[in-house]
């Protein structure tokens, strides 16, 4: 999200050493002791202005930002998940070195067996780009992501699970045609069909993906085919979204 409002906005270092106090298991401590240079909380949507949402899986009564420094932004994936796994509250970690940034973002559930416990249901990291390309004026991401243009209200976890979504949107315009067209439409009211419609998109790109890396004809004829299907129905939907 961009352009927190001024009444969410935190900006509290974080000592490292506090972090690598945690519990935690000894490769995954390895990796934060040899990436991490800083952390900083710079924002905490609290309070219930937008209402928090607690069920029997789901705990989410702030949504958290952080600025994560590393010491090169290919570690930002594996970084960003331990803290996912770390932080219980919902939140988006800003990785940045020297010249790149990415976003990541992850749906946390109650562990079903240990309630203290959470689980990361979904996850969505964008691509390194040049800092602050993200955060230009009027740029893709830039509009999708502001703060104020965030239309679902309904609770964080809602407001949480539109701006992942619009985050891989933005950072993947050409996965599909008319993948931009989806954020304007009147689908992120409801958060369980944007959450089919991130899985379509996922298995898009991994579909392409594998079609890339196949080497047999009748590999890429079968990886066509399910790309193609795949296709129809994020078609179909977007049909039945601006009639």
Same mark, same amino acid.
Not at 59 to 81: G, Y
């Given at each position: 999200?961009?352009?927190?409002?001024?009444? &969410?906005?935190?900006?509290? *270092?974080?000592?490292?050493?506090?972090?690598?106090?945690?519990? #935690?298991?000894?490769?995954?401590?390895?990796?934060?002791?040899?990436?991490?240079?800083?952390?900083?909380?710079?924002?905490? %949507?609290?309070?219930?202005?937008?209402?928090?949402?607690?069920? =029997?899986?789901?705990?989410?009564?702030?949504?958290?930002?952080?600025? $994560?420094?590393?010491?090169?932004?290919?570690?930002? =994936?594996?970084?960003?998940?331990?803290?996912?796994?770390?932080?219980?509250?919902?939140?988006?970690?800003?990785?940045?070195?020297?010249?790149?940034?990415?976003?990541?973002?992850?749906?946390?559930?109650?562990?079903?067996?240990?309630?203290?416990?959470?689980?990361? =249901?979904?996850?969505?990291?964008?691509?390194?780009?040049?800092?602050?390309? &993200?955060?230009?004026?009027?740029?893709?991401?830039?509009?999708?992501?502001?703060?104020?243009?965030?239309?679902?209200?309904?609770?964080?976890?809602?407001? &949480?699970?539109? /701006?992942?979504?619009?985050?891989?949107? /933005?950072?993947?315009?050409?996965?599909?045609?008319?993948?931009?067209?989806?954020?304007?439409?009147? $689908?992120?009211?409801?958060? @369980?069909?944007?959450?089919?419609?991130?899985?379509?998109? =996922?298995?898009?790109?991994?579909?392409?993906?594998?079609?890339? @890396?196949?080497? #047999?004809?009748?590999?890429?004829?079968?990886?066509?085919?399910?790309? *193609?299907?795949?296709?129809?129905? #994020?078609?179909?939907?977007?049909?039945?979204? %601006?009639?």
């Amino acid at each position: 999200m961009i352009n927190i409002p001024l009444e &969410y906005q935190v900006n509290r *270092k974080i000592a490292i050493k506090t972090i690598l106090s945690e519990v #935690l298991k000894p490769e995954d401590k390895k990796i934060l002791k040899n990436s991490l240079k800083a952390i900083q909380l710079t924002c905490q %949507i609290s309070g219930e202005s937008i209402p928090s949402y607690i069920d =029997e899986l789901y705990r989410c009564e702030v949504i958290m930002f952080f600025d $994560v420094e590393i010491a090169n932004i290919r570690q930002a =994936e594996s970084v960003s998940t331990i803290l996912h796994q770390l932080i219980k509250p919902f939140c988006v970690i800003h990785c940045y070195d020297n010249n790149q940034e990415s976003f990541s973002f992850a749906v946390k559930r109650i562990n079903l067996k240990e309630s203290c416990q959470i689980v990361l =249901e979904q996850r969505v990291i964008t691509s390194p780009d040049t800092i602050n390309s &993200y955060n230009q004026h009027e740029s893709l991401f830039e509009k999708a992501l502001d703060f104020e243009n965030l239309v679902n209200r309904v609770n964080k976890i809602e407001l &949480y699970i539109e /701006a992942m979504t619009k985050a891989f949107i /933005a950072t993947h315009p050409a996965l599909f045609l008319r993948i931009t067209n989806f954020i304007n439409s009147s $689908v992120w009211y409801n958060s @369980k069909e944007v959450l089919e419609l991130l899985k379509k998109f =996922e298995l898009l790109k991994s579909l392409n993906q594998q079609k890339k @890396k196949a080497l #047999l004809v009748k590999d890429k004829v079968l990886m066509n085919s399910q790309i *193609k299907s795949v296709l129809g129905e #994020l078609e179909l939907k977007l049909e039945q979204l %601006i009639r």
